[in-house]
């Protein structure tokens, strides 16, 4: 179960993830990062290696736009002689089973997974142990496997920080009991359970009462927005005080779906995760409440910091201080703190870490919105 956590040194990961040097490096030649989902020949081992990045989606603006780019950028400054084997499986996993074995068959010495199915990976993992290839599971953990490590968040803790962000909107707008609709993600990804958990433990403490509720096929922002339709068309328009949702491309779908009724959603609280651009214009005109701010750079770092050397058979940095368990052994893990992100600290989070900048943020149609929450620069 993903949300089974034992933390060593908790408070250190977040730095013991930014603050590593080099750990093995090649030689100075230029990438030779592919961008497609298979690269050309190129020597295996030694100096310069052949690392496979699996990630599972393109609905979710983050991966193509933050992780991938992250990630390639983290192996070029270790060793500009590696090779990143890049595929993303558009949401199939059978696609994603294919594009794990063209890796290994283009020679991949290490593989950095980010499942589509966390239960029907383990597959690949057991195929990539066959070849004697290590296995870095990223962002999700994939369950009951014989991974070598797992790098992401804590994911309950992303949904007791959306639970209590909506706990708090709803007490300040003298609604504390609700009702909420709540609006979770894909079943087939390790992380929505726990984020689903975290978000109840809050809010049924709280003593908040759901509306409606969904599990959400694939994060996708279409279904989200159905779900949100079915919702308004059992409890009507003011059948609920607020909307958990589990991310901001979701978010997006649900607020879409209450502008259609004519509902305001200034007027009812909705929750996000990701920063994406889009979500963070949407709080800073007041159509959503928050996101939750995942570090990627420093997940993406990490992953990369323990690929370089694994695909290298050099010695791996003592990054991996905590342990997480996936039904089969407690896996050595990096887990990245989390940030909320509201409208008073886009500047000091999302724009100072460089995640997004002020000229993506602040267009023509947000730079009034933007002004007014004391964003400034042009960074």
Known sequence: ????????????????????????????????????????????????????????????????????????????????????????????????????????????????????????????????????????????????????????????????????????????????????????????????????????????????????????PDWSPDKAQTEMDQAITTVGKNGFAGVYVANDGMAAGAISAMKGAGISPSSRPVTGQDAEVAGLQRILTGDQLMTVYQPIKKIASASAELAVPLAQGKPVPNIATAKVNNGKKAVPSVLVPTVIVNKSNIQDTVIKDGFVTTSQLCTAQYQKACKAAGISGSS
């Open 1 to 216: 179960m993903a949300s089974s956590f034992t933390r060593v040194g908790a408070a250190g990961l977040a730095a013991a993830a930014l603050a590593l040097g080099a750990a093995a490096c090649g030689g100075s030649d230029s990438s030779s990062s592919s961008s497609g989902s298979s690269a050309s020949s190129a020597s295996a081992g030694g100096k310069g290696a052949k690392i496979a990045l699996l990630l599972p989606e393109s609905k979710t603006t983050r991966y193509e736009q933050q992780d991938k780019p992250n990630f390639e950028r983290r192996v070029r400054e270790l060793c500009p002689q590696c090779q990143v084997i890049y595929a993303n499986a558009d949401q199939d996993a059978a696609k994603q089973q294919q594009q794990a074995e063209q890796a290994i068959t283009n020679g991949a010495k290490v593989m950095v997974l980010d499942a589509v199915d966390v239960k029907a990976a383990g597959a690949i993992v057991a195929r990539a142990k066959q070849s004697n290839i290590p296995v870095i599971s990223y962002g999700r953990l994939i369950s009951d496997a014989d991974l070598d490590y797992y790098v992401s968040i804590d994911p309950k803790k992303v949904g007791e920080q959306q639970g209590q962000a909506l706990l708090s909107a709803l007490k300040k707008e003298g609604k504390p009991q609700g009702p909420v609709v709540m609006i979770h993600g894909s079943p087939t990804d390790s992380n929505a359970p726990p984020y689903k958990e975290g978000a109840h433990s809050v809010l049924d403490k709280a003593g908040v009462k759901v509306a409606k509720e969904f599990d959400t």
